[in-house]
């Protein structure tokens, strides 16, 4: 199975940081990688698909990138709608497998 | 507007069975594989199970194998997962989630459903 280790598990920033978070696959993946924002009681939402393509009708703020084993989701300024969890999941073999998350909280 | 809607979701006591439903609309649901994703309360995601489009191909998490089925009905637009020998651990919030695939190409989960709620408890 292919572990994918998401950092860090929380953060702490303000409005208008640039927020950065990671995720390394225990082996290559190519680019099968999705990002999803979740706010609470909420379903996920895709924000990046293939590792660096934005989902259509997403802010361009939010950009991905990486291939093979190391992604990262970067905000590029934090807005207040944007305070919610993260994470990235594998689509290149089964079982697919989820980041542990990432809670982006308000500072 | 492609939309998913969960049903089916209640309190069960441990060794009972439940069936989930996914009401599909605003896409060609038979030309889409389909997948389940849970969380329990206050954790992250887990991927449960995936079908192709035709129901001709199934996977399944090691956590659910033998005791979870999933199925789809493409003229009810509906998909479905039996759970049997339903154990605490099984507790979630249950999401289905359309896959997309654009030709041969294949991008990941795309649209999620709102999610139903399976508690198992005695």
């Known amino acids: 199975d292919i572990q994918m280790t998401q950092s860090p598990s929380s953060l702490s920033a303000s409005v208008g940081d640039r927020v950065t978070i990671t995720c390394r696959a225990s082996?290559?993946?190519?680019?099968?990688l999705g990002w999803y924002q979740q706010k609470p009681g909420k379903a996920p939402k895709r924000l990046i698909y293939e590792a660096s393509s934005l989902q259509s009708g997403v802010p361009s703020r939010f950009s991905g990138s990486g291939s093979g084993t190391e992604f990262t989701l970067t905000i590029s300024s934090l807005q207040p709608e944007d305070f919610a969890t993260y994470y990235c999941?594998?689509?290149?073999?089964?079982?697919?497998?989820f980041g542990q998350g990432t809670k982006v909280e308000i500072k | 507007e492609v939309q998913l809607l969960e049903s089916g979701g209640s309190m069960v006591q441990p060794g009972g069975s439940l069936r989930l439903s996914c009401a599909a609309a605003?896409?060609?649901?038979?030309?889409?594989?389909m997948s389940w994703v849970r969380q329990p309360p206050g954790k992250g995601l887990e991927w449960v199970s995936s079908?192709?489009?035709?129901?001709?191909?199934?996977n399944y998490a090691d956590s659910v194998k033998g005791r979870f089925t999933i199925s789809r009905d493409n003229s009810k637009n509906t998909l479905y997962l039996q759970m049997n020998s339903l154990r605490a651990e099984d507790t979630a919030v249950y999401y289905c989630?359309?896959?997309?695939?654009?030709?041969?190409?294949?991008?990941?989960?795309?649209?999620w459903g709102q999610g139903t709620t399976v508690t198992v408890s005695s």
């Open positions: 082996q290559g993946i190519r680019n099968d």
């Open positions: 605003g896409f060609s649901f038979s030309s889409q594989a």
């Open positions: 999941l594998q689509h290149n073999s089964y079982p697919r497998t």
């Open positions: 079908i192709s489009g035709s129901g001709g191909t199934t």
């Open positions: 989630a359309k896959e997309q695939w654009l030709g041969r190409d294949y991008y990941g989960m795309d649209v």
